[in-house]
């Protein structure tokens, strides 16, 4: 009854309420070992440690008899055959089943006493050092408002552990009935390294096959340091890795934990107690001790995967460190790796935000010169030589060190990649080098210590530099170069420097298949170079940078590498003096002033010059006197002729042309204003420009004429002519026509009352050119004669057409010129057509004027036209003789005569025309016969006129139709004429001809 009323009341008791005194009083009285040891200790695992002391040691008590009846059995066999004490062993536990489960409970609790000691142990050390894994809870207010009133005063009186003790990541009870292996991993993975360093201390034999799973929970953010008695080491002796050495709670295993009785117990086929897993399940273990090889490969990945999750460097170089402090083989290398990798993350200079994500493998698929431009890629010019010292030249040597003990020396490995990085980097970090390299340095000071090598350096980086804006920066490299006292014979260092600059620019010329020269490419060409030859190429280089600057300075910056380029390139010379003298004056806030012009010849004409070494400027192969005219025609393509004219006429004129070639490069820029002008109004704009681009020379006859070709083309533009429908006529257009007096005709053409401006049209025929030319007047007053016409303004057309009668007599009658000058015959063949175009027209009622139109027409056609002419004559001859009949018909009726429309003809023709006309005919003894009546001679006189006047193209407007008079004074229209069959017309025409042919005494065939 008592032993069952403990059991109840057992059952029924919380852990909590568990205390030390229940189990040394209640516990201890009750009989039943089984029960005590079974339900009561094993089966009860509370989080006290001093109760559940108390447990486990008052279980291990009530298993003692069980030891010694198993001991009693084993002493009566009297053997000690391992056979034998396991047979006994089996048959005793088939027989005493409760004994067999007490020794199974007594093995339990015992390991469970060992785990509790090793718990014990870790709170005290974690007391001790603060390092439980976790994060110590924040204290609760004591006097916490909101509290229930129950926390704080439930405190168990049994609970005797200190409220001070730091709590490990794992409890007590999980910590005796968990996997160890498990806890193990768990501790591992929370950071809790001195729990975890005793767990293996004390329970090494267990977990040491483990090793490597629990090493894999460890974060790879952890260093080294903290878990170090848990990384693998090496044993010299052995080759191989040491086994770790434990401390057990106890140093002789007990009876149950033997081999034989644990295999006693698992062959008896009882159900024995299994209260927790068993430790490893699921684990991967390692019980073999691993060699050398396999030992530097488990470091190996370890480092991979410490840098691929964390990216760490830091962290994984520890390790490598570690493992090489232990002896391992072939860390060295990887360690060395590390270092140069670490010195790269953590030591170099480093953007603000470090995006760069380093592995091994990234940095072993790094070349050499790639690693140092990867260290110097963030420092700045004040950090650059410092970097280089501590960060570069380490490495370059840890890479000589290198080959040299992979048997193939290279002591020029560090200065050749150093000279690399040094041509491949901006201009700016080159200089930095450089002036970290004076000759007057000290030479442990100097990253460059020889001389010629950073002569040669410099040489190819400014000439292989595509910079056109870091003058500076290139001076600062040149002052940093040596100077060496080289004596040298004049006409021999000539050659030499035209040698050396030939070399060079045909090298850099870009091509095709090479279009430009790298830095590393010019240092091979180089390196060569005797010293005498290296410091007069360094004289080139000095006369080329104050080249440059000057070009820089008038913003037409050109690389270095264009000096040796155009060295012996007229053309490149020339190009680039005009790009100068014009690309300086379109910098508006730049040349505004007289003096920032003459600066800027000063320049231009110190390029052509030689300099004290005899090496001449980058315009070296042009004259002052072209340099000069190119500089002028700068400053007048910027339109600044004020500025042109102060130059020109200031008492210090540093212009040393003559008035011709100032003319011509006045004109030259007039064209250029002109052609580029888009309107034709000389009061604006670049036409503007071109007119009074004019008048900085002294006046002279050609600029005049200029001047007015530039008043003639604003007067055309003015009339609104047109190159195509809708787009006015250009400037250029005009400029390049040929035939000019075209643009008389298209003014007529495009304008309905330009015609009526006879001295306006005419002078713009003078402005284009035709001042003096007798012949191109007498053709516009032509077209003049002939838009009036088509206009039907029959007086305008005459008086243009008596004016030009007049200026072909004068010419003809001109001593000056001979009767056959072919001048004479095209004005007199223009002059009688146009007379006859207009004197033929019966809607001129002027009778008297169409007669003596007609009558110059025969004076001045030739022979062979003469019929056609008399034709239209015979018709207005026949009305007039039909008007003086009817005037002599109403006289003699005593009637008024009504006054005819049409003037008589003696009344209207000039007796001197008459008379010639009548002389003409005599001599062709030509009575005016019927046959000359035909209409189709005015058909003929109209195809010859138009043939003749072909260059000049009238007008056609006007009436879309005329008529002409018949025989008999009667209108007859020229469509029926033309409606006539082909036969007939063609017939009419060859006797025609041939009668006219026959009056004026042409042979006959």
Known sequence: MASTSAYTQWASLPDDEITTNYVETTLSAVPDDLWVAAAACLDRAVNNTEVQESLLKLGISRTERVIQRCQDTLASEETEAPDTIHNSLVEYFVNSPIDARLCNIRSILLQRLDRLNTYVEMEKSALESGDTGVEDDVDEWEDDPWADGTAGSSTSTTDTRTKSSPQLPVSLSSFLLGDIVR???????????????????????????????????????????????????????????????????????????????????????????????????????????????????????????????????????????????????????LGEELSLLSRLVYDAPQADEMDDDWTLARWYSLEPLAVVHAYLAHSTPGSLAEDISRLVMPYLYVLEARAERAGSPDPSLPTRILYEYILSAPLEKAAVIFEASKPTLPPAQRLIRDDEDIARLALACLYGSDSLDEWSTMSRIFECLPAWDISRDDDNDEDVADTTVASLGTFVKPSIMHPCSTPSELLILFKPLSLSSLSRALDILDVHLESGEIFSRWSVPAPLRWF?????????????????????????????????????????????????????????????????????????????????????????????????????????????LYDNASSGNYKIGDMKLAYDCLDIPRSSNRLVKEKQFVEATSRISSFNVQSRPGIPISPIEIRLTKDRLSLISRVLSSNNDAYKH?????????????????????????????????????????????????IVFKLRASSELDADDPRIHEVTEVCWIACFQLGRQPEFEELGKRMLLLGRALELCPAEKLHDVLTAWQRLENEDIQNREERMTHRRSGTAAVSSPRKLVDSSLPINVASTLRARLQDFHMPSPPLLSTPDAAALASRTFKSVAANFPFGHRGRSQLSETDDTGSHRSTSTRRTEGEDVSAHATRVLSKGIGWLIGADEE
């Open 183 to 333: 806890l193990a991993c768990e501790l591992a993975s929370l950071e809790a390294f001195s729990a975890l360093h005793i767990l293996f201390k004390r329970h090494g034999p267990v977990l040491w096959p483990f090793r490597f799973v629990i090493l894999e929970n460890i974060p790879e953010h952890i260093h080294p340091s903290l878990y170090n008695f848990l990384l693998p080491s090496y044993s010299p002796a052995t080759n191989s890795e040491p086994t770790m050495i434990s401390e057990p709670w106890r140093m002789q295993p007990d009876f149950v934990e033997a081999r034989q009785c644990q295999s006693a117990l698992q062959e008896s086929n009882l159900a024995l107690d299994q209260v927790h897993t068993v430790d490893g399940v699921g684990y991967e273990a390692h019980h073999l001790l691993l060699s050398d090889d396999e030992l530097s490969t488990w470091y190996k990945n370890r480092v991979n995967r410490v840098i691929h999750s964390s990216g760490m460097i830091d962290i994984a170089l520890a390790i490598v460190q570690h493992g090489a402090s232990q002896g391992i083989p072939g860390l060295d290398e």
């Open 564 to 672: 040796l380029q155009s060295n012996g390139d007229i053309n490149e010379q020339r190009s680039w003096a005009n790009r100068m003298a014009r690309r300086a004056g379109g910098q508006q806030d730049q040349l505004n002033t007289q003096e920032d012009w003459e600066w800027l010849l000063e320049d231009m004409l110190k390029l052509t010059g030689k300099g004290d070494n005899g090496l001449k400027g980058a315009f070296g192969l042009l004259s002052r006197d072209e340099v000069t005219r190119i500089f002028l025609s700068g400053l007048l393509s910027t339109g600044k002729f004020d500025i042109a004219k102060a130059i020109l006429r200031s008492p210090r004129n540093k212009i040393d042309l003559d008035a011709n070639t100032i003319e011509d490069i006045c004109i030259s820029c007039f064209h250029e």
């Open 758 to 806: 006879t001295e306006v049209i005419l002078d713009l025929s003078y402005k284009l050119g035709f001042a003096e030319d007798v012949v191109a007047e007498v053709k516009v007053l032509a077209m003049l004669a002939d838009t009036a016409l088509q206009a039907e303004d029959f007086e305008r057309a005459y008086e243009n057409s008596e004016r030009m009668v007049d």
